[in-house]
């Protein structure tokens, strides 16, 4: 025996079932217009708050505080054990989330995307600083994996990122770069005024670099090199072998500052100090740390020698690490 509804049942089932399709649509209308609402509310919240009336100049100025300069040379310098806080370009992602007037302001002032680093551990995010800082002066990162076909393939991703911004970069790090990399690219960056070197290979044939930079950092280097002698200003040189420290001091002979920390004895060829004057007419600052102890007690008088040739222009000299028999110490300080 079924059940069959009566014209009337019928007639309420179907009244009820449109009652409740206008309650649900007169829900939605209602949580529609209340987020409309919070939405003016906080428009004319925006309107009416001091920091609105701002003018762009002052809000760019606050912005700056949140994301301030880098300092690069001491972050990949010789100070880089202890570097400074460095801030993250996801901070201006966080600004431009706050209002339109935020957004449009942050993505068009390219010298807020000037304080980070175009480092290559992100792609896309370096695209996004070297692009929208504009046609500023920008520091860079790249960073080579081991193994010639992980470094071939980097090599290949990089490649049309530096040929489009190579003239933008003017402060740069690279790290485990083969040979044949650096004499290709690195004379492509012809705005460069801070470059950093660093290699995990400790042989191999002399590497060719020209670059007009002035300023070099060299880190774990145990190669011979053909640089632009004439423009080295600044050079400074980490766990490098003491023969290429001594070959450098000598070869660049417009040296302003002169920095070698942990060096180490040559892997091949003999300490070669040199025995007749050589000349540094503008040295100010040299700094020897943890050196001179690869020398033995024989070739202190080649220290001494040493000493005594260093130009008279220098106003800052440090010399850390070394044993010195008592009676050639005043030999080998009488220059200071």
């Not at 809000?59 to 690069?72: E, G, M, S, V």
């Not at 040379?73 to 400074?84: F, K």
């Not at 970069?169 to 950093?196: D, G, Q, Y």
């Not at 980490?238 to 420290?245: A, H, K, L």
Request: with cysteine; proline share 7%.
């Amino acid at each position: 025996m079924s059940a069959t509804l009566s014209p009337g049942d019928a007639m309420k089932d179907a009244l009820d079932a449109e009652i409740e399709r206008q309650i649900e649509h007169t829900g939605n209308l209602i949580s529609s217009l209340t987020r409309e609402r919070t939405r003016l509310l906080r428009k004319r919240n925006e309107i009416r708050s001091p920091i609105y009336s701002l003018p762009p100049e002052i809000l760019t100025l606050i912005f700056k505080f949140a994301c301030p300069p880098l300092d690069f040379p001491r972050e990949y310098g010789l100070d880089s054990r202890n570097p400074g806080k460095v801030a993250s370009p996801h901070i201006l992602s966080v600004l431009t989330a706050v209002s339109a007037r935020w957004h449009n302001l942050i993505l068009s002032t390219p010298s807020l995307w000037t304080s980070f680093i175009a480092n290559d551990r992100g792609i896309k995010l370096m695209k996004i600083v070297l692009a929208r800082a504009g046609s500023l002066p920008v520091s860079a990162r790249l960073n080579f994996p081991i193994g010639p076909v992980s470094h071939d393939h980097h090599a290949a991703i990089l490649a049309p990122i530096l040929q489009e911004h190579a003239s933008q970069i003017h402060m740069l790090h690279v790290r485990r770069a083969s040979p044949t990399w650096l004499k290709e690219h690195i004379p492509n960056f012809v705005n460069l005024e801070f470059l950093c070197l660093q290699s995990d290979e400790r042989e191999g044939n002399p590497i060719s670099i020209e670059s007009s930079c002035t300023r070099l950092v060299l880190k774990d280097f145990s190669r011979r090199f053909s640089l632009s002698w004439s423009n080295i200003e600044i050079l400074h040189l980490e766990n490098t072998p003491v023969n290429v420290c001594l070959e450098l001091l000598q070869k660049c002979t417009r040296l302003i500052e002169y920095r070698a920390r942990y060096l180490r004895g040559p892997m091949i060829e003999e300490i070669q100090l040199p025995s007749s004057p050589f000349v540094l007419p503008r040295l100010k600052t040299l700094i020897w740390d943890e050196g001179f102890d690869v020398f033995d007690v024989t070739s202190l008088s080649l220290v001494s020698i040493f000493c005594e040739h260093l130009p008279p222009t220098l106003s800052a000299v440090e010399i850390q690490g070394g044993m010195f028999p008592s009676e050639s110490q005043s030999s080998t300080f009488a220059y200071f």
